[in-house]
């Protein structure tokens, strides 16, 4: 059965939730919220990231582990009443004083014995005697069959209790809003730069008979190998092994490329005269600098950081041994200084790029231009 809803981004779903959360929390709207997606695109994250940015006790049911007694609790017999009556479990939030998050995972796998448990949840946020505090903002997530998924088709009766997002990778959201503040890995930054398609590659994989396919998710854990594995040829196992064969021999040149010529720390701390000769001379290699340098920016690093961006601008002026006349560097300088100010504001350095003269340089040259 088709999502017939809009594709979004996971950073648009997270706003969207966070209209949503506000919203119950005014008393204007009370819902309950189904992100659909292909595994590994960051549904699981975006609702981690929104139980924390709303300080909400988050309770992680996963569905295809639970009977639908569960819910229900434990029966015990009341001899004054001659009644049944139910503890309450653990897995429900029944704290009317703090928020909370209740997330429903992999409802789509649940078999469907299961789901008219849940549909007092997720319509009149109830199960069997026990009631969700108004302070529980519900969300569910789950796959699809044709993503290659575990997944029962969702019968009418439980997509009507739902406001429904579909969740859909997108290289540009992924680096800025959520791979960069993660300190993702700069070689998988710049590899998906370069190289966006790759970034969620599961309908392909399925159409080849593929088992492994990139995600998301996939592209985090091959960060997490680049920084624990220093010997290549482990890592480039362990990387192909969570992207595919091919698709890891491409990357593994950019990364081999980058690890030999890219030196955030040398930069940063290098004098200036010394700076110029320590830049990368490739387009990946420049790509891994920026997402470094963005990285890096801080209270204590803002000064080395504008001046390092600054300086990718001018290159072809200084360097006439590289082919930095065939690159686009101020679109490039443009593209870093905008996520370096993104960043910079959430740590609050405005007043360091405004007071840097690099950063002044540089924003007079693109007023000149028409850019402003």
């Given at each position: 059965m088709t999502v017939n809803t809009m594709d979004v981004s996971a950073g648009h779903a997270m706003r969207v939730l966070r209209a949503g959360w506000a919203a119950q929390?005014?008393?204007?709207?009370?819902?309950?919220?189904?992100?659909?997606?292909?595994?590994?695109?960051?549904?699981?994250?975006?609702?981690?990231?929104?139980?924390?940015?709303?300080?909400?006790?988050?309770?992680?049911?996963?569905?295809?582990?639970?009977?639908?007694?569960?819910?229900?609790?434990?029966?015990?017999?009341?001899?004054?009443?001659?009644?049944?009556?139910?503890?309450?479990?653990?897995?429900?939030?029944?704290?009317?004083?703090?928020?909370?998050?209740?997330?429903?995972?992999?409802?789509?796998?649940?078999?469907?014995?299961?789901?008219?448990?849940?549909?007092?949840?997720?319509?009149?946020?109830?199960?069997?005697?026990?009631?969700?505090?108004?302070?529980?903002?519900?969300?569910?997530?789950?796959?699809?069959?044709?993503?290659?998924?575990?997944?029962?088709?969702?019968?009418?009766?439980?997509?009507?209790?739902?406001?429904?997002?579909?969740v859909r990778a997108t290289a540009s959201d992924w680096l800025e809003n959520y791979a960069i503040p993660a300190g993702i890995h700069p070689a998988v930054l710049a590899f998906i730069r370069m190289r966006p398609d790759l970034l969620e590659t599961t309908s392909e994989a399925l159409d080849r008979g593929l088992m492994i396919a990139t995600t998301p998710r996939s592209w985090e854990r091959v960060s997490r190998i680049m920084r624990a594995v220093p010997d290549r040829a482990l890592r480039r196992v362990m990387v192909a092994g969570t992207v595919g064969e091919a698709i890891s021999a491409e990357f593994m040149l950019v990364a081999d490329d980058i690890e030999t010529s890219v030196s955030v720390e040398r930069l940063l701390t290098a004098a200036p005269h010394e700076r110029i000769n320590l830049y990368p001379d490739s387009m990946h290699g420049l790509h891994a600098l920026i997402y470094g340098l963005v990285g890096a920016l801080g209270p204590q690093t803002a000064v080395p950081v504008i001046d390092v961006m600054a300086g990718i601008r001018t290159l072809d002026r200084h360097r006439t041994d590289c082919a930095y006349e065939k690159m686009p560097l101020a679109e490039l300088c443009t593209h870093g200084f905008e996520m370096a100010i993104r960043r910079g504001l959430e740590q609050g350095l405005a007043q360091d790029f405004i007071s840097h003269p690099a950063y002044a340089a540089y924003a007079r040259e693109r007023k000149a231009m028409g850019l402003e």
């Open positions: 929390r005014a008393g204007a709207l009370t819902a309950s919220w189904m992100l659909h997606g292909r595994p590994g695109v960051g549904k699981t994250e975006i609702v981690r990231q929104l139980a924390a940015e709303q300080d909400a006790r988050l309770y992680d049911l996963r569905l295809t582990t639970i009977e639908s007694q569960d819910l229900r609790g434990l029966p015990y017999y009341d001899h004054e009443t001659k009644k049944t009556l139910w503890y309450r479990p653990e897995d429900l939030p029944d704290d009317p004083a703090h928020p909370s998050l209740l997330f429903l995972d992999e409802l789509t796998a649940a078999p469907p014995h299961l789901h008219p448990a849940v549909y007092g949840l997720l319509l009149e946020r109830r199960v069997g005697p026990h009631h969700l505090p108004d302070t529980v903002f519900l969300v569910a997530a789950g796959n699809m069959i044709e993503d290659g998924a575990v997944a029962y088709e969702m019968g009418s009766a439980l997509s009507d209790r739902l406001i429904h997002l579909h």
